[in-house]
């Protein structure tokens, strides 16, 4: 295969997962919270373009390590009633040094193995010492991979709940895990959500002492998974304020007027040891991931290095 400087590699969905296992994933994500907390990769805002009635596109662009990505990626939640994918999109991997296009990257997959090893990052960063068992409320794709990623690092066993009984059941045999309710997932010691966001799963008087809570799900302004008066309740952090204060799930604190700038802490922060995670073993974690192109950056990254060792194989084009 000519793999010269007019190669563009075009990668699949299917060949991404079979070159990063969830342990890799976990990996990369870290490693891109702690190279952006250091500075040393940058990101610029994401941009959103509505396009009513139906949904939107996202544009996500960052830097880092010698490459630049752009992330293009839809939302249109309607199309499930339509028989359409709700998520689709590309990934545009350039060099940074002379802005060649390197390869473009199936979207849904690289979200689902940086949202799943974000998840666990969080709970690794944040959860209390011998915390093991887990509940996931929302057993789609990301949920799956987020359960994937912590099963990967050693959490579990774990409870998976959906309303769509076949997935929960579906997730839990393949981990080894069991299907049950809302109530009982939001029981466990780590809980992560990965819901559409439309209404709260997570409740004040469903917390209990010592939980680390992952809030996947809330992407965009006007989604929630947590009760308001449970966010009051817990410690809290994000993957990057600018993004969760304006569309994630602490937005709806933030205009409330109950969470401000100086109550939460980037999780990159907690990783680079510049800032206090957990302080005590009773103590409620948060953390508020909306999703950053730092961490789709660093998948991409691993995905390409599989390409060009080998390990994957694509087509490529000629631009």
């Not at 295969?1 to 070159?19: F, K, P, Q, T, Y």
């Not at 999109?89 to 690289?110: M, N, P, T, Y």
């Not at 909306?290 to 991409?300: E, V």
Request: charged share 20%; proline share 4%; glycine share 10%.
């Amino acid at each position: 295969m000519n793999r010269g400087v007019s190669d563009l590699a075009v990668i699949s969905g299917e060949a991404v997962l079979a070159a990063i296992e969830p342990a890799t994933a976990v990996e990369r994500t870290r490693h891109a919270f702690e190279r952006h907390a250091a500075g040393d990769w940058a990101m610029p805002a994401k941009v959103y373009l509505d396009s009513p009635p139906r949904g939107d596109f996202r544009a996500m662009p960052a830097r880092g390590d010698g490459l630049a990505l752009l992330k293009w990626v839809t939302s249109f939640p309607s199309n499930l009633e339509r028989g359409l994918p709700a998520v689709r999109g590309v990934v545009v991997l350039s060099d940074a040094g002379d802005g060649r296009e390197l390869a473009v990257i199936e979207c849904a997959s690289v979200t689902s193995l940086r949202t799943g090893g974000a998840a666990a990052v969080s709970a690794q960063a944040l959860a209390p010492e011998g915390a093991r068992t887990v509940g996931v409320i929302g057993c789609g794709v990301n949920g799956s991979w987020a359960a994937r990623c912590l099963a990967a690092c050693g959490y579990g066993p774990g409870v998976c709940c959906d309303p769509r009984a076949e997935a929960a059941e579906a997730l839990a045999a393949e981990l080894g895990w069991e299907a049950g309710d809302r109530r009982r997932a939001a029981d466990q010691d780590i809980v992560v959500t990965v819901t559409p966001g439309d209404a709260p799963v997570i409740t004040k008087d469903g917390l209990r002492e010592g939980q680390h809570i992952a809030a996947l799900g809330a992407d965009a302004h006007g989604k929630a998974e947590v009760e308001l008066q449970a966010i009051a309740s817990c410690r809290l952090f994000c993957d990057e304020w600018a993004q969760a204060s304006a569309g994630g799930e602490l937005a709806h604190a933030v205009e409330a007027g109950a969470v401000g700038r100086d109550d939460v802490t980037q999780i990159g922060e907690v990783l680079a040891a510049s800032a206090d995670g957990r302080t005590s073993a009773e103590e409620v974690t948060l953390f508020d991931s909306t999703g950053l192109a730092i961490q789709d950056l660093a998948i991409a990254q691993a995905v390409y290095e599989a390409w060009r060792d080998g390990a994957v194989e694509a087509p490529t084009v000629s631009l």
